[in-house]
């Protein structure tokens, strides 16, 4: 079995999660490799689960917290928002 690094939980349906970089790391839930592995907003403070926002190497969960933050750098970034359906 092995020991997941955020809860300390010994499962055995563990898994590995290899990073481009190529750390390691073992988890017994997404919830857990959430935890570890996913991005701050560093404007609001979420983690950032979706596709987010990067301007300038700083990440955040939308456009318009990286407009808020990062100012003129973000000022042409926005959301893609689908037409509703009738």
Known sequence: MAVCETCGNDYWLAFEVKTISGDRH???S???AIQRL???CEHCG????GHG???AGRFFCCAHCAR???GAEAAAITDTVGAHPS
Do not use: N, R, S
């Open 46 to 49: 979420v983690k950032v689960v």
């Open 26 to 28: 073992v988890f017994d």
């Open 68 to 70: 808020a933050t990062a």
């Open 53 to 55: 926002v990067e301007v």
């Open 38 to 40: 996913a991005p701050i």
């Open 30 to 32: 997404f919830e857990c």
